[in-house]
């Protein structure tokens, strides 16, 4: 009882890894699915990692604005 179905941890990116999301967030604000496997590939991350990212990324952007 009790053990499964829990979140998972939140991902400490690391500040390479911030830095190229950051800048392939400038080139394209919506990554479809050939670039987000990529850049998990090439990131070591997964592409839901890739794409929560993006999300909150654009979530951000929007609160500035």
Same mark, same amino acid.
């Given at each position: 009882?009790? %053990?499964?179905?829990? !979140? *998972? ?15 392939? @967030? /400038?080139?394209?604000?919506?990554? %479809?699915?050939?670039? !987000? *496997? ?15 990212? @993006? /999300? ?10």
């Amino acid at each position: 009882s009790g %053990g499964r179905g829990g !979140r *998972r941890l939140r991902t400490a990116f690391s500040a390479e890894q911030i830095s190229t999301l950051e800048s392939s @967030f /400038q080139r394209q604000q919506y990554l %479809g699915a050939a670039e !987000r *496997r990529q850049l998990a590939g090439r990131m070591r991350l997964s592409e839901v990692q890739i794409k929560t990212w @993006f /999300q909150n990324r654009r979530m951000k952007l929007k609160r500035q604005l």
